[in-house]
């Protein structure tokens, strides 16, 4: 067996129906008092449902999160830190709550909590996104690391089946690319394989059925893997390109992912061993590219950067960014078959096997 390194951050897990109920005891754990609550807009009625919960130590609560976490933002969030004395965090919600939850902890060191309600898995990762002038700029530093997750299954029961499979292809995205990490480890390859495996599995049923809870569970524990895998190896071609086209095109996240990774998957098929275990954990034969394509199809995800908004002038940009700073990949890195790549993306095209 070759040398590897497997580091493990500190994390406390709560999964399974009702976990919610638990939020006081787990925020006591963290020793907060002052408590911000921390949702989008349209995540109002569970941060209503925490303050019930918390009581009096929830002082305050900020309902701006937003895609790719701006920095102008996260500034309004920190004054509400400061004027409030806060001593803890709590995100509810999907990637853009969390991400602010972690902008938060980068800026303060405060202890804080998540409550998922989608298939991200950002919430398990000392991972942060940030964007500033047109340009999303990723780091890894301990202390984003939420340091408690409640996973309560009811939670992701109103998730509509179109946001189940744009997160559930969001969250498969991490485990393919942790599958041909150059610091990828035995653990990582295993998780990420039954990550994705159990995504591949539930997300039809969500979509026939968004109240089938096996199917949700199953679906929620497929996204804790993949997000653990996220936070254990670098991640490559199919990450930059997302984080171009949403930084600096404002594309919606996780609808981004569903449209990008049957293409950098066709463009990273080198990576022979890794393709063959994605594969297996799909339960599928020929070609990786267009059987991760096939699953978008089924789910109903866009396949379509056109669809999301993009501008065709646009593509040539897109890759120049994505082709600028070199980075780990199974394939290397060139401008004209990323901007080939980004352009049957934009199209609708099916990948190139």
Known sequence: MERFHFESARLRVRFGTGSFAHLPEEVERLGATRVLLLTTPQQAALADRAQELLGPSAVARFTGAAMHTPVEVTAQAMALVEAERVDGVV????????GLGKAIALRTALPHLVVPTTYAGSEVTPILGQTEGGRKTTLRDLRVQPNAVLYDVDLTLTLPPAASATSGLNAIAHAIEA????????????????GIRGLAAALPRIVADPEDRPARAEALYGAWLCGLCLGQV????????????????GLPHAETHSVVLPHAVAYNSVATE??????????AE???????????????????????????????????IAASNPYPNPRPIARAPIEALLRRAWEGAPPVP
């Open 91 to 98: 995100a509810l919600g999907g990637g853009s709550t969390i």
């Open 179 to 194: 599958l041909y990490a150059p610091d990828g480890n035995p653990l990582t390859a295993l998780m990420a394989e039954e």
């Open 234 to 249: 670098g991640m490559a071609l199919h990450h930059k390109l997302c984080h171009t086209l949403g930084g600096s095109f």
């Open 274 to 283: 890794a393709m063959a275990r994605l594969l297996r954990a799909l339960g």
């Open 286 to 320: 020929g070609d990786p590219a267009l059987a991760v394509h096939a699953l978008a199809v089924r789910l109903g995800a866009p396949t379509s950067l056109r669809a999301l908004g993009m501008a065709e002038e646009d593509i040539a940009r897109a890759a120049e």
